[in-house]
């Protein structure tokens, strides 16, 4: 059965998005763990806070080898949960690792800037000028990260099969659009969606 | 010993939340900080669980031992917190090394927590910010 990769902006309600859609098609959602296997696998411990850590706070850089080996240690454990099917792999890089597998359907979770950077506003109580600035490290670091990973542009659209932007659509509606794709995918068996 | 842990996320959240603060907890203000940047990214770590001897006398007594300020169980990986002060510096990369020496199962990193007040600040993370009371806790040290 299918693997659905979400990858998504920070404050783009990607995160509520990959959850209700795990609950909606009963798979499991993986999300740190993977990173954390990954990183423990490559005895490269730091690259998994490397990861996590997208406002840049904690600094941390990653030597060349660490890299080599956390790139290895995670194809290794995505490919395990393709194997595994019925999940959900929220960002990590899987819309990368998973290209071009079968029954695969890669999602980007997107929004504007300003709405993001109220949303994170609203939700911290913080002002707009800080939650932006959270917005933009979170962009920049996200994509440096992956662009030093795997050489990619996380914004390339080639990349998914389906583009969300939550300006208009909500969780819920960005959910059921996600379980509608995944059910008409080719190739492996469903187990059906809770309505 | 002490015994103050943070708990991980359970789910992700799309972004991250702060919880409640410990400072009394805590000897320094900057490790208070970095458990709050720990916190905010939902990582579960624990406070100086474990001291690990490094020098002993004839008669089998420690005489140095080194304690990590951090353990974080999912990474396996106990974090150190640093100034930028050579003489800190030089003595803290001296107990890592001998670390590495007689715990090489044990992975350690060292962080320099120059930086985590202004962007914390940048950030509006301005609670978290103020635990770190400028140039002075950058000074102290255990």
């Known amino acids: 059965m299918p693997v659905i990769t979400i990858s998504r902006q920070f404050g783009s309600l990607g995160s509520q998005i990959a959850r209700e859609s795990a609950d909606l098609l009963r798979y499991r959602l993986v999300w740190r763990d993977l990173i954390n296997e990954s990183a423990l696998r490559a005895g490269a411990p730091g690259a998994a806070l490397a990861m996590i850590d997208e406002l840049g706070l904690l600094g941390i850089s990653l030597s060349k080898r660490e890299v080599q080996e956390f790139r290895k240690a995670l194809r290794q454990v995505m490919g395990e949960l393709y194997k595994e099917d019925n999940v959900v792999i929220l960002g990590r890089a899987g819309q990368i690792i998973l290209r071009g597998k079968r029954s695969v359907l890669h999602v980007r979770v997107i929004a504007p800037a300003k709405l993001r950077a109220e949303r994170i506003a609203a939700r911290h109580q913080i002002a707009y000028e800080n939650a932006l600035a959270q917005v933009k490290a979170s962009d920049e670091n996200r994509s440096k990260f992956l662009k030093r990973l795997f050489k990619i542009d996380w914004d390339d659209p080639l990349l998914y099969d389906l583009l969300i932007d939550t300006s208009q659509l909500d969780v819920t509606q960005s959910a059921r659009l996600i379980t509608q794709a995944v059910t008409s995918l080719p190739g492996k068996k469903h187990a059906g969606v809770l309505s | ?142």
């Open chain 2, 1 to 142: 010993m002490k015994s103050i842990k943070g708990k991980a996320s359970s789910s992700p959240p799309d972004t991250p939340a702060v919880s409640p603060s410990r400072r009394s907890s805590f000897y320094h203000p900057a490790e208070e900080t970095f458990a709050t940047i720990l916190d905010y990214y939902g990582i579960e770590w624990e406070y100086e669980p474990r001291t690990f001897p490094l020098e002993w006398d004839e008669r089998g007594n420690v005489i140095e031992a080194f304690s990590p300020d951090f353990y974080l169980p999912q990474q396996d990986l106990y974090i150190e917190l640093t100034t930028l002060r050579p003489k800190l510096s030089t003595k803290k990369n001296h107990k890592l090394r001998r670390m590495k020496e007689l715990y090489p199962e044990i992975n350690v990193k060292l962080f320099k927590r120059k930086e985590m007040r202004d962007l914390m600040v940048k950030f509006g993370l301005y609670e978290q910010a103020a635990m770190i009371a400028g140039t002075g806790a950058q000074n102290q040290d255990k």
